[in-house]
């Protein structure tokens, strides 16, 4: 268990401690990662960013993952999308849903800070956990297009299956705890708050 999502963070820092002074740059998936994501900057001296991803829902059941998109519409689909009734029009209308929160958020984050270049960086990717992998899976195709030197998935907790899932796509992969009889990300915190916009904002703002 952790305490919260900071705690995780400072887990996580001591983990990448060898990082420490080499000016990592710490992206987090919006929302409940971007806390973390701020630890983890300040922990180990690196810069803090956003990346934009968003899950696909299945039909029904909006917070089961089938899939997830990225900034530039990349998709991926889950095995089992088909199973759970996501037919192709279905899947290209949630596409769409997806894509417009993910310009939405942009409209407002960039404001406050303008993204930054993760090329030639050591990049840390940080969620506050993975039930299925899809948005991991989907920010770290995305961040390996743009050629970091390095790419690391880090994250407090997840299912096997994500971590098989996210493991080929990242040079590293940091995970604290992996439980045989995984349920949900939230289970794992004796605190795990919404975190909303307004707070994300006020974190990529600070110095």
Not at 19 to 33: C, E, F, N, W
């Amino acid at each position: 268990m952790f305490n919260d999502r900071e705690d995780a963070a400072l887990q996580l820092a001591d983990q990448l401690a060898g990082l420490r002074g080499k000016q990592p740059l710490i992206l987090a998936i919006p929302r409940g990662a971007v806390p973390m994501g701020k630890v983890l900057a300040d922990s180990l001296g690196g810069d803090l960013d956003v990346v934009l991803v968003r899950k696909l829902g299945a039909p029904r059941s909006d917070e089961v993952a089938i899939g997830s998109v990225d900034e530039s519409g990349w998709t991926y689909l889950a095995p089992h999308a088909a199973l759970l009734g996501a037919d192709a029009a279905y899947i290209a209308a949630e596409k769409r849903r997806q894509l417009e929160a993910i310009r939405t958020r942009r409209a407002r984050y960039s404001p406050v800070r303008p993204p930054l270049d993760p090329t030639g960086r050591t990049v840390i990717v940080v969620d506050d956990g993975l039930a299925t992998g899809a948005t991991m899976i989907a920010a770290l195709h995305s961040l390996r297009e743009r050629h970091p030197t390095r790419l690391i998935c880090a994250v407090p907790v997840a299912s096997r299956d994500a971590l098989d899932r996210v493991r080929p796509l990242a040079d590293e992969v940091v995970c604290l705890l992996a439980p045989e009889d995984f349920q949900a990300v939230g289970q794992y915190y004796r605190r795990f708050p919404q975190v909303e916009d307004d707070e994300v904002m006020g974190l990529l703002q600070a110095p």
